[in-house]
Nanobody
Framework: QVQLVESGGGLVQPGGSLRLSCAAS????????MGWYRRAPGKQRELVAS???????NYADSVKGRFTISRDNAKNTVSLQMNNLKPEDTAAYYC????????????WGQGTQVTVSA
């Protein structure tokens, strides 16, 4: 049984901050690249940030300098610290886990809503 459980979404004013968390179970966590994706109304799902088991990170240009992804392999968690939030950050945010070498192993969380007021 593989589960990704997300938390931390909510309503925030422009310029504010939120921290999203994702707890994984049923996986050997260090063998997975973890990512945060988001989907806004009327748009395709897009990659926000990712982090490998060794800590290498990748960010969408739109969030560089504002968002930080991190992971704790001992606790099987990945987080997304979001600062200076903008209305265009409003979306459902999803946690993803993909095995480094077994490409068929690809798991998704249920999503958590982030709303930045205008």
């Amino acid at each position: 049984q593989v589960q990704l459980v997300e938390s931390g979404g909510g309503l925030v004013q422009p310029g504010g901050s939120l921290r999203l968390s994702c707890a994984a179970s049923g996986v050997i966590f260090s063998r997975y690249t973890m990512g945060w994706y988001r989907r806004a109304p009327g748009k395709q799902r897009e990659l926000v940030a990712s982090i490998t088991g060794g800590g290498s990170t990748n960010y969408a240009d739109s969030v560089k300098g504002r968002f930080t992804i991190s992971r704790d392999n001992a606790k099987n968690t990945v987080s997304l610290q979001m600062n200076n939030l903008k209305p265009e950050d409003t979306a459902a945010y999803y946690c993803n886990a993909k095995h480094t070498s077994l490409g068929y192993a690809d798991h998704w969380g249920q999503g958590t809503q982030v709303t930045v007021s205008a």
